[in-house]
């Protein structure tokens, strides 16, 4: 008989993964405590050790996992915002099932201190405004994944398959990108 392996232990982390796992492949909707548990292989009261704030804790843990980014500053602001623009819209496109929270829970913890150092680089390159610039920004990263996550049939329960990257989606996000970074330079 082969010897048992020890149960993995149970951290936030890991609980993260299995949520955005579990809202990812079947939507927020069904993402409860006991499914988490299930997929954890725990008891849904285990997870409670590690978020004791329960669901609403939860869905903070993911929105701040998904647009808490992290980019190094590049020669000009430019760049810069763009590698921020780029980086946020991947994080966001790879959990799609997170969007809705990314779109409404407001910046605490991790994704705000990502904020103030996106302003702080943009400002410190030579961006005028830089915190107007930064929400501008957010504004079009969200909606054009918004839009991206729409056309490409993640949500709709009558398609079997969904596009999970798209050329046509990359080509509208660069051109947007190119009018919004001319439009924060006048």
Known sequence: MPAKRPPIPLSRERIIDAALHIADSQ?????????????LEVEAMAIYHHLPRGKEALMDALAEHVTAIQVEPLPTW????????????????????????????????????????????????????????????????????????????????EVDTWTRRDTAADADFERGLDALIKGLQI
């Open 27 to 39: 939507g927020l909707r069904r993402l409860t405590m006991r499914r988490l548990g299930d997929a």
């Open 78 to 157: 430019q760049d810069t915002a763009r590698a921020w623009c780029r980086a946020g819209r991947e994080a966001l496109r790879d959990h799609p099932g997170v969007l809705a929270l990314a779109l409404t829970k407001p910046p605490k913890g991790a994704t705000a201190l990502s904020i103030r150092e996106q302003t702080d680089q943009l400002a410190d390159a030579g961006l005028p405004a830089a915190e107007e610039a930064v929400r501008t920004m957010r504004a079009f990263v969200f909606g054009s994944v918004a839009v991206e996550v729409q056309r490409s049939g993640w949500a709709d329960p």
